[in-house]
């Protein structure tokens, strides 16, 4: 029977980049809601101790590259209870316009994280995934997914690979009772977004909009008020919100 819902009680979760950021606030927020087991990834498990002091034991650290096939390979051996995955990990390595970059060393850094490392992670664990379903795959993208940001041109790039990937695989894990949701917000106050002086949502808020989406259906989450209001915009009229984006 397909089973288009989830508790967050009835989970096993693992989330990547699980230490700082938007990834912490999961893993909290999922330990706090009752999750099974929460599986906090990262490159350095040192840097989850912290975390981990706060938590009940059902939070259990896991080391995980999402650059590092090898390294995603023994996570999925570990982990393969897991029902929820949170495809979390994410960086911004160039920043400034296209053309004033020195090189593309960062861009490719950007793809192989954000896009590559997000298709690896889903490559490896989608069988664990229909195994164990009802499931479900949270993959956090960003509204630059959909509206390119001049300023962060590649980062939108790689975040615009990952969602046309994310609808894919969403068609695809369908009928093997894997529910795929997309993340969007604009910034968020995270150490990516600290030299933004925009409003930016809290982490809090990113979290409980992507775990309502397990528990009532929905697809594509826009969380906080820049997501909704670039959103409306868009779909308003895009050249002009193209226009007006220039030289951001
Ligand atoms: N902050 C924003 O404004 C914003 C807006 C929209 C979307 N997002 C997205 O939200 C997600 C989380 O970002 P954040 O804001 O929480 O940023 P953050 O505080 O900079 O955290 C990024 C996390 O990703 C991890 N990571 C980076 N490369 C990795 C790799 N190769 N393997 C495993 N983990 C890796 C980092 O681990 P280390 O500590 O080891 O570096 C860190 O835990 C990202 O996908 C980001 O693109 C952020």
Do not use: C, W
Not at 71 to 77: K, T
Not at 190 to 210: L, N
Request: charged fraction near 20%; proline fraction near 4%; charge should be negative.
């Amino acid at each position: 029977m397909i089973v288009t819902t989830m508790n967050i009680s009835d989970t096993v979760a693992l989330v990547t980049g699980a230490n700082r950021g938007i990834g912490r606030t999961f893993v909290e927020q999922l330990a706090a809601a009752g999750a099974k087991r929460v599986y906090a990834a990262a490159r350095d498990t040192a840097s989850l101790e912290p975390l981990l002091r706060d938590l009940p034991r059902t939070v259990v650290p896991l080391r995980l590259d999402v650059t590092d096939n090898a390294s995603i390979d023994a996570a999925a051996g570990i982990a393969s209870d897991v029902n929820l995955l949170v495809n979390n990990a994410g960086v911004v390595s160039a920043l400034g316009p296209v053309t004033a970059l020195a090189d593309l060393d960062g861009a490719r850094r950007e793809m192989e994280t954000n896009y590559f490392g997000l298709l690896e992670m889903t490559r490896a664990f989608a069988p664990i995934l229909a195994k164990n379903e009802p499931s479900a795959l949270i993959n956090v993208l960003s509204i630059t997914s959909i509206i390119s940001f001049p300023r962060i041109a590649t980062y939108s790039a790689s975040k615009s690979a990952a969602l046309a990937a994310t609808r894919a695989i969403r068609a695809e894990l369908k009928p093997k009772n894997v529910r795929v949701i997309a993340v969007m917000p604009g910034f968020v106050d995270t150490d990516m977004a600290r030299t933004v002086e925009q409003p930016k949502v809290a982490t809090a808020d990113v979290v409980r909009a992507a775990l309502r989406a397990i528990e009532d259906g929905t697809e594509d989450v826009y969380p906080g008020e820049q997501a909704q209001t670039l959103l409306g915009a868009f779909f308003n009229d895009h050249k002009a919100l193209e226009r007006e984006l220039a030289g951001t």
